[in-house]
């Protein structure tokens, strides 16, 4: 079989509310994977406790399985989630991307623990579809409704081409965007030029430690460098750990995907905004008939 031959993304979605429904979901699809001709070990990131009750109940053949505890895996953004999926898939899967995944997200984390963070997960799965669709990779992601409530449950319904209210994640991703951003306090500092080092010293002086001023002053560097010609002063506001900076372009930008596509992989603007998703916990972007309005959360 080619790689032409081969399917494109498979993304799965499986629900449970017990231990049983987990491996009941997950055994199978790790058999799938095993009995894969030319993949390679199918991978369970997935919590701990789940990892423990796979290994028991596959027995033998737990060694043929890889094991990733999800803390591991989701450490940061969706952005961060989007990166380390694309860097194992290069380093560890088959021609065409082939390898299964069973993919647990972190509910006790950054992903779910408020409405924006949730949002922020369902844009991951939404944009999954498309940023993987090249590759022939089959991923089941597992959700606990005993740590994942209905509304997260209802929302990555829409996410998943394997149930009945799957949306077009263009689609889904204009609603997302259609939500307005809160506006900027009055207090608001403004710079004409966002320079490193004049945002490097605001930060500092609102509280952020000297290695993560240079990471959100970098960021937001590059992003204006990937935005110019800018369209007015940036704005700056917020204590440590959430530092904000907000941006405008005169350009739309126009592509859901921007900023997760990683540099050389797609059009521009690109290294600027995919360096500052890898480093914001958060990037909103909201084009209007003037241009675009990029707002950088630091944490």
Known sequence: MTTAELSAFDHRMAVFDSDDGFLAAALP??????????????????????????????????????????TD???????????????????????????????????????????????EWIRYEALANLLFAPLSTTALCAYDTRTAGPAVIAAARRTHPDTEVYEDPLRLAAELDAVPLPLPPAGARTLAEPHAAAVRSWAEGRGLPVADAELFAAAVAETAAALAPLGGDALLWGEAPACVCELRSVRRLDDPLAGFVPPGAGPEPGPGLWYARQVCAYVDIRDDAGGATVRLQYA
Do not use: Q
């Open 29 to 70: 699809f790790l058999g799938e994977g095993l009995g894969a001709s030319g993949e390679p070990p199918p991978v369970a990131i997935a919590a701990p406790r789940n990892l423990d009750l796979l290994r028991d109940a596959l027995g033998p053949d737990a060694k043929d399985v890889t094991c990733i505890p999800h």
């Open 73 to 119: 895996w989701y450490t940061g953004s969706a952005a961060n989630a989007v990166a380390r999926a694309a860097a194992y898939l290069t380093a560890h899967a088959a021609p065409g991307g082939r390898i299964h995944l069973v993919m647990e997200p972190v509910w006790s984390g950054r992903a779910g623990r408020s409405a924006r963070e949730t949002t």
